[in-house]
């Protein structure tokens, strides 16, 4: 665009330009002749053609656009060109070329990505309404709201500084008002790429931070769009110029791997195209060279690099069925690397690609990536929203009725446009999504009804929470990762499968500390939204953390302390419902194990004439029979009182305790004593002594304990070797 609008260079003024068998993004696509950029100029000077014939100005993007599009009404292109021909007729470009050239080649860029007939008229017209005197009015008047609409959100976000220094509200309404239609963002990224392609007459301090820019946020932004024909290539050109004696190495070894004799990714490919010949699987293999940044990351992680790290094998087939069909044969009839095999057609990434992906080994060792996919996936993959057409138009038997719907609109842009609704203020909108942005891997993780959740790699299960349930994860109380307890801490690998266990209150709080282990801008933003709006019991939560810091453990202050000693008479209550059969002996209950009706029990005297009863499963019986202490029979009487200790095993929240205290009261229990252990990874266990009416009433108040939020687990405490 203007602002950018920069010389055109010959392949060798720039190193990003590198022409030849050398340049890896070159073999990608159909092999069409070099854009003479001077010469669309000088026909651009020659006025608009004739009512009724195209100009030969755009000759190459209708012929780019017939490939894809064999049907389509070249009318739109013909006028657009015609008036944007006319309105930037004058204004050049600092090289000197007409001004026309520029949105001719960012018009064609889109064509050979299959983009649709709208999105082309529009991209022909991005500059009009910015830099002469056309207008949005004019635009509709003449072209539709569509064209209009795609106009005026080119024009938007050209006014954006994505800089350091850009001013968040900006960036947030200009980002939104084009995040509602794709192709908005698909026309700018071409209009960068091409100023990319022209950078190399500006002074370096501009080219190096045109080039930090579209690093930090046009190429993420490609990469969630599944653009990678564009991403690829704005990657190389940004890492020759910020990155150019790193840039230069790699470029020899691209080229000194050209000069080679022997191919191994050509070999490769000839015994992939045996084996699916004789499978009578019918498939077009090519080989994939790397692009200079794949190639620059290989060589960082591997060393020295062989011929198979130059690129990867692609095997192109008509149905889906026939990607498994070729994974089988490849993996029957060669050495599969099974550690490399990746099914991205069941689970598509979030930016809409699919493909399988494995690796076969070479006799020499060297191992060779594989990548199976459909014709129409490879067109995704390739050109990712831009190839899915008008994803507005509505269905014949669907009239449009004048709501903006996008189905096929990536997860990453719909969550985008649910952030900047629910975040705090736009600082936050910003920051939140700079940092998303950085996160250029996602891991994909199963719900138990099958259903998926893409997530950015290190993401935890309060991640996921939110992922899945919104704000209604405030009332998430832990999970289960892979059939396993866990709590919300834990980070997520992909293929895990995340079982989320929430709350019944509908007052739940999200704790302080999700912040510290949430990565999504979707859980970070609702976390701070809730306790922005809940001020008190925020700091209440802080409170708690600090007391909790300090603490060895957590005893309530309105319980009596649990007597040390092993071994303590209990109160008339708690014997007075077993009998002994040492007459006159003093009765008590043993406080290793608590025995409880209708446990099976034993005794053993002890001193002062006393008997103390075991769980017979208690360690302490064993270890007292193996020292010859004589077994004391006892049993059950009809008094049913009883006393037990439970453990409860829960998460981390504000008012557990208070909950769970209540819970009990509710049953009749009357607390004896109790202890919190310090909570250990937002995990705490509690264990109670209570004493029962009735012993009858224990399953009831286990349940009663386990429906509190946040508790996972109660339990009987576990018979403990002790002496008596």
């Known amino acids: ?43 651009a000077l020659l006025g608009p053609a004739a009512r009724g014939r195209l100009p030969d100005a755009i000759s190459h993007v209708v012929e780019a656009h017939r490939a894809h599009h064999p049907e389509a009404d070249l009318e739109p292109l013909r006028h657009a060109y015609v008036l944007a021909e006319s309105s930037h007729r004058g204004q050049m470009r600092k090289s000197g070329e007409p001004y026309i050239t520029h949105p001719l080649a960012v018009t064609l860029i889109l ?11 529009a991209s022909l017209l991005h500059d009009t309404v910015e830099d002469t005197d056309v207008t949005l009015d004019q635009v509709r008047d003449q072209f539709g709201e569509e064209v209009r609409y795609l106009v005026d959100g080119v024009t938007k976000l050209e006014k954006v500084d994505y800089g350091a220094a850009a001013e968040p509200e900006t960036f947030r309404k200009m980002l939104v ?12 990224l071409a209009d960068r790429l091409h100023n990319m392609r022209t950078l190399g007459v500006m002074r370096p301090e501009k080219q190096e931070r045109i080039a930090k ?40 070894l691209i080229v000194r791997n050209a000069a080679r004799a022997d191919d191994p990714l050509a070999e490769i490919a000839d015994e992939v195209r045996g084996v699916l010949r004789e499978a009578d699987i019918p498939a077009e293999v090519v080989i994939r060279p790397r692009h200079f940044v794949s190639v620059h990351r290989v060589s960082r992680k591997r060393g020295r690099l062989r011929g198979s790290d130059f690129g990867r094998v692609l095997v192109l087939v008509n149905e889906d069925a026939d ?37 076969v080994a070479r006799e020499d060792g060297q191992v060779v990536e594989v990548l199976i996919r459909t014709h129409q996936m490879h067109k995704v993959a390739e050109a990712g929203v ?46 939140t999504l700079r940092e998303d942005l950085a996160q250029d891997r996602e891991i994909t993780v199963f719900r138990p009804d099958g259903g998926t959740l893409g997530l950015p790699e290190g993401a935890t299960c309060v991640d996921a929470a939110y992922a899945q349930y919104g704000e209604d994860a405030h009332a998430c109380i832990g999970a289960r990762v892979n059939g396993r307890l866990a709590t919300l801490s834990t980070v997520l690998k992909d293929g895990d ?28 933003i609702a976390i701070q939204r809730w306790l922005t709006a809940h001020p008190a019991q925020a700091e209440s939560q802080q409170s708690e953390a600090r007391i909790a810091e300090n603490r060895t453990g957590v005893r309530p202050t309105d319980m009596p302390e649990p007597d040390a000693a092993p071994e303590q008479p209990a109160d008339r209550s708690a014997t007075g419902n077993v009998l002994a059969d040492l007459p006159g002996a003093t009765v008590r209950l043993a406080r290793c194990c608590t025995p409880v009706p209708p446990d099976e029990i034993t005794g053993f005297a002890v001193r002062g004439g006393a008997v103390t009863v075991h769980r017979v499963e208690c360690a302490a019986v064993a270890r007292m029979k193996d020292g010859g202490r004589a077994e004391v029979g006892v049993r059950w009487g009809e008094t049913a009182e009883c006393r037990v200790t439970l453990v409860a095993e829960s998460f981390v929240r504000p008012h557990l305790l208070a909950d769970l205290t209540e819970a009990m009261a509710s ?40 429906d509190v939020a946040g508790v996972y687990d109660v339990s009987r405490a576990q018979p403990q070797p002790q002496g008596d």
């Open 1 to 43: 665009m203007s602002a950018e609008a920069t010389n055109s260079v010959t392949p060798g003024q720039m190193p990003g330009a590198v022409s030849g068998a050398v340049t890896p993004t070159a073999t990608r696509r159909k092999a069409r002749p070099r854009i003479d950029l001077r010469r669309l100029g000088r026909a």
């Open 111 to 121: 064509a050979e990505l299959g983009a649709e007939t709208t999105t082309l008229t």
């Open 177 to 188: 008002a084009t995040g509602n239609d794709v192709r908005v963002m698909s026309i700018k």
């Open 213 to 252: 820019v579209t690093r930090d946020v046009l190429i993420p932004l490609a990469e969630r769009l599944g653009v990678q024909a564009l991403k690829t290539e704005l990657e190389d050109l940004v890492f020759a110029i910020l990155h150019p004696e790193e840039y230069a190495h790699t470029r020899e």
């Open 323 to 359: 990607c498994y069909a070729v994974l089988g044969e490849l993996h029957t009839c060669m050495k599969p690397v099974v550690s490399e095999f990746k099914d991205f057609i069941a689970v598509p990434k979030f930016n809409l690609y699919q493909s399988l992906h494995t690796a």
């Open 386 to 431: 831009v190839a899915l057409g008008n994803p507005y138009a509505p269905a014949p038997d669907d009239p449009a009725d004048g709501e903006r719907v996008d189905p096929t609109r990536p997860g990453w842009l719909s969550r985008l446009l649910d952030w900047q609704e629910a975040a705090p203020d736009p600082d936050h909108f910003w920051s």
């Open 497 to 524: 499968t995340v079982q989320l266990l929430m709350g019944q209150d509908p007052a739940s709080e999200p704790s302080r500390e999700w912040l510290e282990h949430a990565h999504t801008p979707a859980a970070r």
């Open 667 to 706: 049953k009749g229990a009357e607390i004896v004593s109790a202890t919190v252990e310090p909570p250990t990874q937002q995990q705490v266990r509690h264990t109670y002594t209570v004493q029962l009416p009735d012993a009858g009433h224990l399953p009831g108040l286990m349940r009663a304990m386990r």
